[in-house]
């Protein structure tokens, strides 16, 4: 009975703890909300109020015609679905590899993880535009995704080491008992257990490319080619004064993709291992 007494004190603090977590996280996203639907004097008020008093889609409509929002939502979404994409199928293979035979290679893909999440951007660009523009891949998409897969493959073969590792081995030997090869073995047994992994780390590349504002700035010159991030900050005037509204509208639907993408996965992420642990 003591214990539950104690226990129970201590659960709600964690309750209240995370609770505050939550809200901290949650402020500057619905401070945006609020913005964007607010009418210029309401936006211009000395004492501004969470909900906005007489709600308005102008900011919205201000935005679109400002801005090519649609057009560098669209190169936003090829350069983040294609390194997403690309990043997964290079490593998971390689995670494969060397989580399932420790070694050298082991040991240098961990300690490149380490060394590549330790470069700033600012150490890295000037090599990578030389590199780029010997390849003639400046102002491109496909320029922009090579350097965003080369950026998430570190974390993304990280991630898909653990769990690699996660599967035990033995469901693998028993398929070779069976008389399955390594090929069947991996595309029968192993890779469906490391579908929740695989959508995890695709979720994880997408989201990085799709948020990425200084690789795209640097390297895309055109504003036809221009992403999202990079078009947001036509929104600042020469002197640095934002125009708040259409601003926070914009700012506002280049959240929503992010959001979806990983409302709509995370669902499958928690069902894939739910199904793992029931089948086991």
């Known amino acids: 009975m003591s214990a539950l007494r104690t226990s129970r004190p201590a659960r709600i603090g964690q309750y209240l703890a995370l609770l505050a977590y939550l809200v901290f996280l949650a402020f500057p996203f619905l401070w945006l909300v609020s913005t964007a639907f607010k009418p210029a004097p309401e936006l211009a008020s000395l004492h501004p109020t969470w909900i906005p008093e007489e709600p308005t889609l102008a900011n919205f409509r201000q935005a679109f015609d400002e801005q090519p929002l649609l057009r560098a939502a669209g190169n936003s979404l090829v350069a983040a679905l294609a390194a997403a994409l690309i990043a997964v199928l290079i490593a998971t293979p390689l995670a494969y590899v060397t989580a399932r035979h420790r070694g050298r290679l082991a040991t240098a893909a961990t300690g490149w993880v380490v060394i590549s999440q330790a470069f700033p951007f600012v150490l890295v660009i000037i090599p990578l535009f030389l590199i780029l523009k010997n390849l003639h891949l400046i102002n491109s998409v496909p320029g922009l995704v090579m350097v965003y897969v080369v950026w998430s493959l570190p974390f993304a073969l990280w991630m898909l080491m653990g769990y690699v590792r996660a599967v035990p081995a033995e469901l693998e030997e028993a ?15 192993t890779a469906p257990l490391l579908a929740p992994g695989i959508v995890a780390t695709a979720l994880f590349a997408f989201v990085t490319a799709w948020n990425e504002f200084f690789f795209a700035l640097v390297l895309l010159k055109t504003p036809e080619k221009q992403t999202l991030p990079v078009v947001l900050t036509h929104f600042l005037g020469a002197e640095g004064v934002a125009d708040l509204g259409p601003l926070a509208a914009a700012a506002f639907l280049a959240t929503l993709p992010s959001l979806v993408v990983f409302a709509v996965l995370q669902r499958r992420i928690a069902g894939g291992m739910l199904a793992g642990a029931v089948k086991s």
């Open 175 to 189: 398929a070779a008992v069976d008389g399955a090869g390594r090929l069947r073995t991996l595309v029968s047994v």
